[in-house]
């Protein structure tokens, strides 16, 4: 079985070709303007390095930024409407509230109140108004918008008033994709709603992305089965992500941390990934990503579905160096995916971290006769305030004194030092594709986060219903039914809430179908 990992960058796209735990090859190629000519050099390049034809391949994990990318850049998003199931209740703060202007817009910042919703221990705040439904389904349909996110109080502990609102639109609104914010997001109504609407507003750029990614893989000759990286360290199928593009979000830095504990052997460790633009600092717990514990936001705008506890710095290969002295300023702007062109050594005319590290007689690459005039004080300077934002992003991850290894991968981790913080660093072999390695071995996942209600049923049962839902949803996302295993589990028993409630978490890993 040969196995393709991909990683598409702001700055490179890596590849990789795999046979069991063996990497045959691993390639960098710059990103291209339109993603796909980048991903088709890097593929053909790491099959030819790895001397196997395209047909052999069983299987291809692709990783990328482009949903998250489209949030930040405010580009590619649909119009969407806002439905919130809540009224005569929760109306003071209506949807999108807290949205910066240009988001909202983009997204076209349209919403409706409607009836029903339920109380935290699953009561009706009141019932749904068919009528009213579909006099709203009459006004989106009006306005020509295409995507719905629908959103109920307290769905995580209820989504049947979520599933029966879009049974009723759907069938005044054929043709009209839904997202339901049971689905996504956590409790916290205005953080869950949120991150139903961003979903739904990157339904349409999913669909085209994936069929761009399944054009590029059979332009290779490809014709295998391809999965796209979820911020977990798992893998969606096309369908899956068509579905829930947001669960893309931090897919990259979570790549790399999984393909850093692969590399290093090492399960438990902070793991510091430098690439061309951006340093991704996170914590390895088991083998897999620390989850953050709080709201995430996103391009300016609150969430709370599943995300890993990342802190990224503005420091990688690509990164300008400006200034001297008190002025010196390194970061946060970099020539990104320009860095062959503009970079001292390879050229240009602008001081970047890689003509820094060249000159330090860290790396040796481009032309070092570009750099000779360069003062050496004024390098060792640079290298100090590097290692300065290295030390501090990596102490802002620690939660325990304990001394752990610092796992340094990435093109541009030649900048990481070798102990940063007191703690060691290691580099482990095909550190440079991490990322992509992190790809190529993920497995599917399945996960559950919601309230249980143990009036009428014990706490044994609730974790079996619970870890029965992780493990459908992981068979529905591609998982071999019989390699499926419990990875994370927890309940926490609700105090507050009557009717002697507990919320589990809980996710099941399996191996990928084929």
Sequence with gaps: MFRIGVDVGGTNTDAVVMQGDAILSGVKSPTTEDVMGGVVDAVERALSDA??????????????????NAVVERRHLARTAALRLCLPAAQCLPPMVDWPDDIKGAVGGQFWMAKGGNEFDGRAISS????????????????????VAITSVFSPVSDEMERTAMARLAERLP???????????????????NAAIMNASLRALSER????????????????????????????????????????????????????????GKSDAIVVDVGGTTTDVGALVKGFPRPASTTVDVGGVRTNFRMPDVFAIGLGGGT???????????????????????????GGATLT?????????????????????????????????????????????????????????????????????GLPVIR??????????GAAIGQISGEVDRIFSLESKSREDALSEARQEATDKAIAAGAKPDSIELLDQEDVPLAYLPGNATRIRLKVVGEMNG
């Design 51 to 68: 001397a196997i034809t395209a047909d052999a391949v069983t299987a291809v994990m692709i990783g990328t930024t482009h949903f998250t």
């Design 353 to 421: 971290a890689s003509d820094v590290a060249v000159g330090l007689g860290l790396a040796d690459f481009g032309d070092k006769g570009a750099i000779a005039g360069l003062n050496p004080a004024h390098l060792t300077a640079v290298k100090a305030r590097i290692d300065e934002m290295l030390t501090n992003a990596v102490e802002r991850m620690r939660v325990s004194p304990d001394p752990i290894p610092v796992l340094a991968v990435g093109g541009g981790s030649i900048l990481v030092p070798d102990h940063v913080g």
């Design 209 to 264: 992305t994936v069929d761009a990614f399944g054009r590029a893989l059979h332009k290779v000759g490809l014709t295998c089965p391809y999965y796209i990286t979820q911020n977990d360290g798992t893998l969606m199928s096309r369908e899956f992500v068509q579905s829930y593009p947001v669960l893309t979000f931090a897919s990259g830095p979570t790549n790399s941390m999984r393909g850093a504990a692969f590399l290093s």
């Design 128 to 147: 749904l108004d068919m009528a009213e439904l579909d006099g709203i389904a009459a006004e989106i349909g009006a306005a020509g918008i295409t995507s």
């Design 428 to 437: 482990p072999d095909h550190f440079s594709v991490a990322n992509a390695v």
């Design 175 to 193: 043709g009209v994709d839904f997202t339901l914010s049971s689905e996504i997001g956590r409790l916290g109504i205005l953080e869950r709603e």
């Design 320 to 346: 300008i160096v400006q200034g001297d002295g008190e002025t010196l300023k390194v970061g946060p702007q970099s020539v990104g995916y320009r860095l062959t062109t503009e970079a001292l050594v390879f």
